[in-house]
């Protein structure tokens, strides 16, 4: 095998697939930090939305294709000659553009546009050609490829490789498949379909069964040469394959899976905590990689072990992942620079402006928090809002609670520069205070998510808190960190809220009411 052969392409598609996730939209600004986390991390290949879904997917791909360095920047078009046109609009930008276009393929799939065999077929032959009169890198799936039939499925692949398909990508739309089955067919295919060599296969896993990082795995020894994936999984349900899962495998395991990715590795932990923040899907604390837990040793035979040989329970370094020892950070005398530094060194890169707005609210957490760790700092950027977003905001409030009901919250807001005042009950202080915004901001939003964490351990951590909206299919989430518990779940709804005042004043369609299946 040569060393070409050996190199497996990372595909990313937090910001088309991730994105999708109910709830896990990202800003613009948010969409070309990622992107450029990304290309910098040496991901080969960046996803960077579906153009023709909305005004803001068009500009924010049309943007990091013009921004990117390294990455090819691919966007999705359904199997539909103006999406797939809107897409070159957008990816055209880019030193090395990609479109990628799909098809359900499976027969529960090919019921929706109500198109036969034959009628799908031809429909592939168009896209695929039109799609490769505008880029000559052209990536076509067949979605749910593991639910079709395996002639049906090779007669497409035929299809869509004449036609100027360079990329080939399987998905595993349901995560329904097996490892042994995932490597099956991408044998099948490279084995029957005729051009099969020529091109590159794919592999597109989603995690419904917890068998994404190992199905990719599988389909990668069979022969396929790229893997689709997210950071930390994000993505729709169970989510995607996870981009750092995937590369550290192949990096920890090389000995019996012999392939190199083009990924920095120690640019993992920083781009996972970004992902988490602007997306607002906090990493679970026992995730493969990137979890908290992940290289904690708790138990004492494990620290004795850690202690005498770190090898005795670690199979990769901490540093390996850009995991530095966590420790008390700062404190109240830390000065602005110490603050840039520190921030620089976790991944956020500040202006001036930003800065001055993220000190303020350091020092205030300094003067109620003896000891800030690096957890606090990444709570408090998570908590950083564009002033331009910010339509409403949270003068004061008091709330009364404790054994004897109802509880009672007093509060101020500002909306629009006009500061109003109500007092409210409900049951505990937090529905009172949420009783609060619903008299002071008239909206129809309905609370579909609140999650409350400890930022760290001890009595005086901070807490952040995710809440989530949706109103009238828009679906928005806001987050906010305090060491007050009621403070961080106010802010959280009053961030949530100015997030769906952009989207509303934007309008247009949503990614999400766009029908992934209409093709017809
Ligand atoms: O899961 C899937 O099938 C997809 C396609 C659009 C490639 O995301
Ligand atoms: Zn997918």
């Known amino acids: 095998m040569t060393q070409e052969q050996d190199r497996v392409v990372i595909f990313d598609t937090t910001l088309r697939d ?13 969409k070309l930090e990622i992107a450029s986390l990304l290309d910098e991390m040496g991901v080969d290949i960046i996803e960077a939305g579906f153009p023709i879904a909305s005004e803001g997917d068009f500009a924010a791909v049309a943007e990091i294709a013009k921004n990117a360095k390294n990455s090819v920047i691919c966007g999705l078009a359904r199997a539909q000659l103006p999406d797939i046109d809107r897409c070159w609009e957008a990816v055209k930008h880019a030193a090395r553009p990609r479109i990628h276009t799909f098809i359900g393929t499976s027969p529960l799939h090919r019921a929706i546009p109500n198109l036969d065999m034959d009628q799908m077929a031809e429909r592939i032959d168009q896209t695929v050609s039109h799609a490769r009169n505008l880029c000559d890198n052209v990536q076509w799936s067949p979605m749910d490829a593991t639910r079709t039939e395996e002639d049906y499925l090779c007669r497409t692949v035929e299809i869509a490789i004449k036609a100027g398909a360079t990329t080939i990508n399987i998905p595993d739309t349901v995560g329904y498949t097996a490892p042994r089955e995932s490597a099956a067919l991408i044998r099948m295919l490279l084995e029957r379909v005729p051009g099969a060599d020529e091109i590159v296969f794919a592999t597109h896993c989603h995690n419904d069964l917890g068998m994404a990082t190992a199905n990719s795995l599988a389909a990668v020894e069979a022969g396929a040469r790229q893997i689709e994936c997210t950071i930390n999984g994000l993505g729709e349900r169970a989510g995607n394959t996870a981009l750092e899962e995937v590369v550290m495998a192949l990096k920890v395991r090389n000995d019996i899976m012999p392939f ?20 607002g899907f906090p990493v679970q604390f026992n995730k493969a990689i990137v979890g908290k837990n992940a290289f904690a040793h708790e138990s004492g035979i494990h620290q004795d072990g850690m202690l005498k040989n770190a090898e005795t329970f670690e199979i990769m370094r901490p540093e390996d992942v850009g995991l530095t020892e966590t420790n008390i950070v700062m404190g109240k005398h830390s000065g602005r620079a110490a603050l840039r530094s520190k921030l620089e060194d976790l991944g956020f890169e500040l202006g001036d402006n930003q800065l001055k707005d993220v000190f303020v609210r350091f020092k205030e957490l300094a003067d109620r928090k003896k000891e800030i760790y690096e957890e606090d700092l990444i709570a408090l ?12 905001k949270l003068v004061s409030m008091r709330v009364v609670c404790g054994t004897e009901g109802p509880q009672q919250a007093d509060m101020t807001l500002e909306v629009d520069g006009t500061e109003s005042t109500t007092s409210q009950t409900g049951d505990g202080p937090v529905d009172a205070s949420f009783n609060c915004i619903k008299a002071l901001v008239s909206h129809t939003a309905r609370l579909q998510l609140y999650q409350v964490h400890a930022v760290t351990e001890g009595t005086d951590a901070q807490a952040t808190v995710s809440v989530r909206l949706e109103e009238d299919g828009r679906i928005v989430t806001g987050q906010s960190a305090d060491t007050d518990t009621v403070v961080a779940s106010v802010r959280a709804y009053v961030n949530a809220l100015n997030r769906l005042l952009v989207r509303r004043k934007k309008g247009g369609t949503d990614k999400r009411e766009i029908n992934y299946k209409d093709v017809g």
């Open 18 to 30: 991730g994105e999708q996730s109910p709830g896990a939209t990202m800003t613009h600004a948010e």
């Open 381 to 392: 950027m998570r908590t950083t809002t564009d002033p331009e977003e910010e339509r409403i």
């Open 260 to 279: 190199q990715t083009g990924i920095d590795t120690t640019k993992l932990m920083n781009i996972s905590r970004r992902v988490a923040t602007v997306s």
